[in-house]
């Protein structure tokens, strides 16, 4: 329990804080959740409400449709931080939890990023969650699949929370300039144009949204008859800049490398450049995209172009040697150029097939006539025995087995003929064609 500090009535409360939504009607956003006969808000009609998870990014009102939950459905409401809390304050909230059930009154317990448990922590809940001794309302940004534990998680109902729509967040400025608890009371003078700027620069945070009203119209021209009027130079100076939604270690940070990946091999480079800044911009390691651009070098371009290699490898030492922000430009130079380059994914997937059957058949003998009989004892046993040196040839070919018997015939790299892979293919077939002629003959 927080103490309250004496002076805590005298310290107003931010806007976002006085406008928190009291019910369903007030709150905005989530209608793929909470629109007419939609699923939650049937659930909570019904008062039906079993533990959940509320995942989606901050500011969405994640807490605040936890709390109207509770209101609605008449239960205790404990609010609990996974950032401050430890396995005693867990225990000691389920213990206020089981005097509420005694009482014939349930429990919602909101636990906020709830990610931030440990796993001891968060399997503490798990007793009091199957008896029903608590209905568990967990609220997260990350994806539960990786950062919830799979026996806690079974056990809750999933709802993925959207960002905001901006006409959402414009609804929210708006209602914020008109009602009582936000500036209802006050003559404040701004634009749509204005409003529009603030929820675009929002990104789907009500929060961040209704933060920079509040912002701005305390920065506003104040007349002598209380008049405040937002002009576009103070919005802008409160918007200079805007926080890229970025985590490292978080599902963004692999949505984003995914999106650059994918737009390479769709051929965009515009895409794929647009996604280079976002993550280059919020913070992200060029090394780590340099080493991402190297990989899709052979993944999705491999024969097809043998210079994408190069070019990747060089974006990387370039990267090593100067760093931000001056890489960006060599990062922009690979990315392009893999983009546009043909694509071939055959060395991908010769690797994997490849994997397969190693992995399947690790036993599998190498044949006797490709190891190297460098003892009398090898020898003997006939290793190295009737093996042809290529370079001997006038073909600089022979027809030896080099596959195990049990994968005689094995076919795992197909060149598809894109760019300069068609050379490769063709060679290759030359090869097969010279070797299938040799064993005829035989």
């Known amino acids: 329990m927080e103490q309250m500090s004496l002076f805590e009535n005298t310290i107003p409360e931010p806007l976002a804080a006085r406008l928190r939504p009291q019910n369903l009607e007030e709150y905005a956003g989530q209608t793929h959740l909470l629109g007419p006969g939609k699923v939650l808000r049937r659930l909570i009609e019904s008062d039906q409400i079993s533990s959940m998870i509320f995942w989606g990014p901050p500011g969405i009102g994640k807490t605040t449709l936890a709390r109207i939950i509770a209101n609605r459905t008449h239960s205790a409401f404990i609010d609990f931080s996974a950032v401050t809390s430890g396995i005693k304050e867990i225990r000691t909230v389920m213990q206020q939890a089981e005097q509420n059930r005694f009482c014939g009154e349930r429990t919602i317990v909101f636990v ?5 448990f440990n796993k001891a922590q968060q399997d503490a809940f798990l007793p009091f969650v199957e008896k029903g001794s608590i209905i568990l309302i967990g609220a997260t940004t990350e994806n539960p699949s990786f950062e919830i534990n799979s026996a806690l998680l079974s056990r809750c109902k999933v709802f993925v929370l959207q960002a905001l729509k901006t006409e959402e967040v414009k609804f929210l400025l708006v209602r914020a300039l008109s009602d009582s608890r936000g500036f209802g009371g006050q003559d404040i003078r701004i634009s749509e144009d204005l409003l529009d700027m603030i929820a675009n620069f929002a990104n789907g945070d009500a929060r961040n949204a209704l933060s920079t009203l509040e ?12 008049t405040v009027t937002v002009t576009k130079e103070t919005v802008e100076q409160c918007t200079s800049k805007k926080s890229l939604l970025y985590d490292k270690k978080g599902e963004e940070h692999y949505n984003l490398i995914s999106a650059l990946h994918k737009s390479m091999r769709n051929s965009d480079p515009d895409a794929a ?5 976002r993550m280059l911009e919020a913070g992200e390691d060029p090394l780590y995209v340099a080493r991402r651009v190297t990989r899709f070098a052979s993944e999705d371009v491999g024969l097809a172009d043998p210079k994408a290699l190069e070019i990747a490898v ?16 060599h990062l922009t ?7 546009l380059a043909p694509k071939s994914n055959a060395l991908y997937v010769a690797y994997e097939e490849a994997k397969k059957d190693a992995i399947q058949q690790l036993a599998e003998p190498v044949p006797l006539v490709i190891r190297n009989g460098v ?5 003997d046993l006939n290793y190295g025995k009737g093996y042809q040196y290529a370079h001997d040839t006038k073909e600089k070919l022979t027809d030896m087995q080099c596959l195990p018997d049990a994968l005689l015939g094995r076919e795992y790299y197909r060149p598809d003929g894109q760019g300069m892979e068609e050379t490769y293919k063709e060679r290759l077939e030359k090869i097969k064609e ?3 002629g040799v064993r005829w003959l035989k």
Not at 112 to 116: C, F, K, L, T, V
Not at 215 to 226: A, K, Q, W
Not at 273 to 277: C, E, K, P, S, T
Not at 317 to 326: R, T
């Open 333 to 339: 130079q690979a990315v392009v150029y893999m983009a």
């Open 273 to 277: 450049v647009y996604w280079l800044a």
């Open 434 to 436: 010279w070797k299938a």
């Open 112 to 116: 906020d990023e709830i990610h931030r």
């Open 215 to 226: 912002m701005v119209v305390l920065n506003g021209e104040l007349d002598s008859r209380g």
């Open 314 to 329: 060089a974006a990387y030492q370039a990267c090593h040697f100067i760093g931000m922000p001056e890489c960006s430009v």
């Open 375 to 379: 003892t009398d004892l090898m020898k």
